[in-house]
C-alpha cells in the first residue's frame, strides 16, 4: 500500500520526445479573465517575435461573453432569460460546451447537471442573493422543493443537427464546472495556432501543459491540498507549478493550513488537471454547524455531504477535468468511484476525518452512475497524518512511477 506521506510521481502513458526548439526562451504572461487570474509560461523559440498575450486574452474574453452567468449580457444569460418555447442558435464554442456537459450529465447519472442554476441560486452562490451578502437565509426545504420540480418541468434540450438550444420556460444554466477548463484548452489550442508546442497555461486553478522546458523537464505541477478542515475559509488552486512561485493556481488566504502530507507531483505533458473542492466557497448557517458546500447535488437539491473533500481528474483536455472532478464528487467515493473506473478516468478522492462515510458504503445503490458498476475491488485507498483518506481509480494509479 502506497503511503500518503510519500512522494506521489505522476506521468503521462506516452511521451512525446520532441524537445524544445534549440535558444528557446521561457516567456511568462497573465492576466485576469472570469475573475481570477491567468498565466501562460511558453518556450519561444529564438528569434521569434509572437505577442501572443492579446491572442490569449480574446479566447478568454470569448469564453465570458458565451458562458458566464455573471455577465448579464453574455449568451448564457440572454438564454436563461429566454421565453418558452425559444430556440437559440450557439455559436460552435457554445455548443462544443453543452454538448459535452449534458454527455456528463448523461454518464454521471445526473450528478453533474448543466441546467442546475436555478438551485446554484436558491443556496447562495449565484451572482445575485450570495450567501455572503446581508439578509440571506438558508433555503427552507420547501423552497428546495420548489425549484426541484420546476427544474423537472424544465429541462433544455439540444438539437444537435442544427446546433441549437430550446428555452422550455424557467431552464437555468451554470457551466461554471466546466466553461473555465474549457477556457484553458482554448489557450492551449491557440498558443498551438502561433506554433507553440511547449507550454504550461492556467486559469484559476486549472491546468493543462504539452512539451518540455529547455532542460528537457516537463511541466511540473503539484497537485491541490485540502485546507485543514477548521480554517478553510480560502481557496486554494488546482495545482501548483512546482518551484515556479508564481505560474500556479491561487494562494491560501491567510490562516490556512495545507495537509502535511507531500502533495503528488504531476508532469503536465499533454494533460490537463482540475480538483473541485467543498471547502473553495462553502458557509454555515447560524442555525447549524454543517457546512453548506458550493458543490450541489442536482438529484437532491441539497448541498453535498458524502464526507468528500475534494476530487481531482487527470485527463486529456481541461474541459473534461474540470467537468467530471464535479461530477465525481457529487458521486461521491463508492458511485463516483465506479464512474472513473467505468469510463477510465484518472480520479483521486480525499476523504475528511470523522465523517460518517466510508468507501464501501458512501452512497446508496441508487446513485451508482448508469449501469451501475460496482468500485473496483483493487482500487487503493489509504490514510494520513492530514486526517484525510486517499481513494485513487486504475487510471491514476496507471500514472504513478
Known amino acids: 500500500m502506497l503511503e500518503v506521506s510519500q512522494r506521489q510521481v505522476l506521468v503521462p502513458l506516452e511521451i512525446d520526445p520532441t524537445p524544445a526548439p534549440p535558444g528557446s526562451r521561457l516567456l511568462a504572461l497573465t492576466g ?35 458562458m458566464s452567468h455573471w455577465d448579464a449580457t453574455s449568451l448564457l444569460a440572454r438564454y436563461n432569460r429566454a421565453p418558452a418555447g425559444s430556440w437559440h442558435a450557439l455559436p460552435p464554442e457554445f455548443f462544443e460546451v453543452i454538448d459535452y456537459a449534458l454527455a456528463v450529465q448523461r454518464a454521471s447519472g ?7 442554476g436555478a438551485l446554484v441560486n436558491l443556496w447562495g452562490f449565484g451572482p445575485a442573493g450570495r450567501y455572503d451578502q446581508a439578509g440571506f437565509y438558508a433555503p427552507a426545504p420547501q423552497a428546495v422543493g420548489a425549484v426541484m420540480e420546476r427544474r423537472r418541468a424544465a429541462q433544455p434540450v439540444l438539437d444537435r443537427d442544427g446546433r441549437r438550444l430550446l428555452q422550455p420556460g424557467g431552464a437555468v ?32 486553478g486549472e491546468l493543462r501543459g504539452a512539451g518540455v522546458k529547455m532542460d528537457g523537464q516537463p511541466w511540473w505541477v503539484e497537485i491541490e491540498g485540502v485546507p485543514d478542515a477548521e480554517s478553510a475559509a480560502g481557496a486554494f488552486g488546482t495545482a501548483a507549478a512546482a ?68 476530487t481531482t481528474v487527470i485527463a486529456a483536455t481541461c474541459m473534461a477535468a ?19 473506473e467505468r469510463d477510465g478516468i484518472a480520479a483521486r478522492f480525499l476523504l475528511r476525518a470523522g465523517s460518517d462515510v466510508a468507501p464501501a458504503d458512501a452512497a446508496p445503490a441508487d446513485a451508482a452512475p448508469a449501469d451501475g458498476t460496482a468500485a473496483d475491488a483493487g482500487s487503493s485507498s489509504s490514510s494520513s497524518s492530514t486526517g484525510l483518506t486517499e481513494i485513487t481509480s486504475s487510471a491514476w494509479r496507471a500514472l504513478l512511477q
Open 32 to 66: 485576469s479573465a472570469m475573475g481570477s487570474d491567468w498565466s501562460a509560461r511558453l518556450m519561444l523559440p529564438a528569434g521569434a517575435a509572437l505577442d501572443v498575450q492579446p491572442a490569449l486574452q480574446a479566447e478568454l474574453d470569448l469564453v465570458v461573453a458565451q
Open 110 to 116: 445526473g450528478a453533474y447537471d448543466p441546467a442546475a
Open 243 to 310: 518551484g515556479t512561485g508564481g505560474a500556479s493556481g491561487t494562494s491560501a488566504a491567510a490562516g490556512t493550513q495545507a495537509q502535511s502530507a507531500v502533495p503528488p507531483l504531476l508532469a503536465l505533458h499533454g494533460l490537463a488537471v482540475a480538483t473541485s473542492g467543498d471547502y473553495r466557497r462553502f458557509y454555515r448557517p447560524r442555525h447549524a454547524g454543517r457546512r453548506i458546500s458550493h458543490t450541489l447535488d442536482p438529484r437532491s437539491g441539497q448541498p453535498i455531504a458524502n464526507g468528500v473533500a475534494s
Open 322 to 340: 474540470d467537468a467530471l472532478s464535479t461530477a465525481l464528487t457529487v458521486l461521491g467515493p463508492r458511485a463516483g468511484l465506479a464512474m472513473a
Open 173 to 204: 444554466l451554470d457551466l461554471s464546472a466546466v466553461a473555465k477548463g474549457y477556457a484553458v484548452d482554448r489557450m492551449a489550442l491557440c498558443l498551438e495556432r502561433h506554433g507553440v508546442r511547449h507550454y504550461l497555461v492556467e486559469a484559476g
